[in-house]
């Protein structure tokens, strides 16, 4: 399993993104896997960001940022989104996208099978 993670940048607070992670094909509906984002800022543990069950029906976020991101699959594009919006200084991190055969909400690094390489979000003052 191959995870790609982009759509990082630079943004101003308060301006949006929105990451995409794609995945080997097929890997989506082969594996019905659970999917997440964490980020990781310079000098701090990496973190749990959303996650999203193989339906969609399950989706969870940090309490950081509930309420301003918003996580999406396509499973026929083997492909997940985080829309992140009024984004903040602190949201900047490198973020990442994994894969988990666990199901329901995962929060826990560990937990998750595969990574991408992670992408940059920057955003200034």
């Known amino acids: 399993v191959q995870l790609q993670a982009s759509g990082g940048g630079l943004v101003q607070a308060g301006g949006s993104l929105r990451l995409s992670c794609a995945a080997s094909r097929r890997t989506f509906s082969s594996y019905a896997m659970t999917m997440g984002w964490f980020r990781q800022a310079p000098g701090k543990e990496r973190e749990f960001v959303s996650s999203?069950?193989?339906?969609?029906?399950?989706?969870y976020y940090a309490d950081s940022v509930r309420g301003r991101f918003t996580i999406s699959r396509d499973n026929v594009a083997d492909t997940v989104y985080l829309q992140m919006n009024t984004l903040k200084p602190e949201d900047t991190a490198v973020y990442y996208c994994a894969a988990t055969r666990a199901s329901g909400v995962v929060t826990i690094s560990p937990l998750y099978d595969y990574w991408g390489q992670g992408t940059q979000v920057t955003v200034s003052s």
């Open positions: 999203i069950s193989w339906s969609g029906g399950r989706v």
